[in-house]
Structure formats: structure tokens, C-alpha cells
């Protein structure tokens, strides 16, 4: 399970699960959902297959960590751009590549074009200042675990020698693309939009189907469920939702069917992915 031992690793999976929610739960708060409805969909949240199984539960609880820190230091970035935000947003996409290389470099690629009305000033000069702070971060980070990787290991990597995965890439699509469906269509679908958070919601989303598929394909996932990252994602949106008539009937049904997704998800992993992994 670990090498440092299962009471520490016990202890690691439960603090973090505990700060995941914790985080979530004052989200909500924050968002002026009540103290029982806040901690039902809290609750729901984390009631993920990744974190219910010993083998993964530190780098899938880690994993919705980072991806939720993107988010907010993201949507933080989008309403004000201030030197804090992008020192936040810089590391919190350098943060996630300790956790998942390929997330963390489709985070690195895509952010900037999710959050290009913020980035892009009148004058050019200042618009490639915005980026280059915004980037400087996590693209030293990415070149320090690279050169690092390379001292570490002498062999290439199973990629560049041409042992891929085919098959165990198409089974990642379908079970990140079964777990962020019902999120994307409750995005698509709600008359209360999130506001201002749905492109970079979705395009997490995106970049949790596409780290779920390249992970797959390439053999590099063990240990590691990203779809734990829809629960924290799916928060996010119901913080940044307009308040209406049926808010809470919808998040209710947001979530459920959240979990229903995730479960099923994990099923058909179980049937087919892990022969691939």
C-alpha cells in the first residue's frame, strides 16, 4: 500500500479527505447554501469510489485537491488580476504536476486560453506580461521534474518505446467521459448558469477526460482515479451558481447523479480498464 507504513498512510488519506471537505464545505457556506444542505452535498462529494479503496485513496484524494485548488485560484484570477492571484493560479498549476504530469501540462496549455478575457490587456506589451507571470511558475516546475526524472531514470519511458496502451486508452475516455457527463449537461442545461465559472469548469472536465485517457493509453495511472476531481468540480459550479426557485433541488440532482456516474464509472473500469493498467 505505502512504504512508509499503513498507519501513516491512513493518517495522510484522512487528513486530506478531511481538508477536501472542508474546503468544499465552506465553499458552500460561502455561497449562502444552509449548514445541513452544505454538508449533504459535501457528503456527496466525496462519496467517490477512488476514496473508497485503500490501494488509491491518497493520490485520488490529492488529485481532487490540486484540480479543485486550479479552480478557485482560476475563477480568483478571472474576477481580479492582482500580483497574489497569479503567484495563487502559478502555483497551483505547478502544483499539479507533482501529482499527475499529464494534468499538469494540459493544465499549463489550456488555462491561458480559458482565461484569455482576463489575460489580454489594450496593450501587448502588458497582455504578455500577464501570461508570462502567470506561467513562469509551472513551466520551472515542469522543466526542474523533468531534468529530474531524466537523472532518476536512465530507461525511456513506455511511450517513447512504442508500448501504448489502445485499447486501455479507450477504456480511460469512456469512464472519465461516463463520470463528467452529468456535470457538462447540468453546465449546458441549467437555466442558472454558473457565473463566470463555466468555461473553466469545463474545461477541467476536459482536462480530467483527457488526463484519464492519456494516463490509459500510456500506462501511467496506476494508483491514481482522476474522475475523484468531478465531486470538487461539480461544488465549484454550485458555488458560482445564480440562486433560484429550485437551487437546492438542482444541486441535489447535480450531485446524485454525480455519484451515480462515478460509480458506474468504476464499474466499468473494474470490468475493463484494469487489465490495461
Known sequence: MSSFGPWAYWASAAALLMLLGTLLFLSLRAAAYSHLTSAALT???????AFAQAANRVDSALFALVVYGIAVAALAFARRRDPRR???????????????????????L????????A????QSGRTMGHVVSVLFIPVLSAMTLGYAWLVRYHDAPLWMQGRVHWIGGLAGLVCSAIATAPLVVW???ERHRPAGAEEAVGALC????ATGTLD?????????DVTSAVGPLAIIAL????PGERRIASAMLLMLSCVAASWGSAAFAARFLDGYA
Open 110 to 117: 489550456s488555462m491561458p486560453l480559458v482565461l484569455r478575457n
Open 43 to 49: 457528503a456527496l462529494a466525496l462519496l467517490h469510489p
Open 187 to 189: 453546465a449546458m442545461a
Open 86 to 108: 497569479i503567484i495563487l493560479l502559478g502555483t497551483s498549476l505547478a502544483t499539479v504536476q507533482l501529482v499527475s504530469p499529464v494534468c499538469g501540462a494540459l493544465s499549463m
Open 216 to 224: 490509459s493509453w500510456l500506462g501511467l495511472g496506476r494508483g491514481l
Open 239 to 242: 458555488g458560482n451558481c445564480r
Open 119 to 122: 489575460l489580454v490587456s489594450k
Open 206 to 209: 476536459g482536462i480530467v477526460v
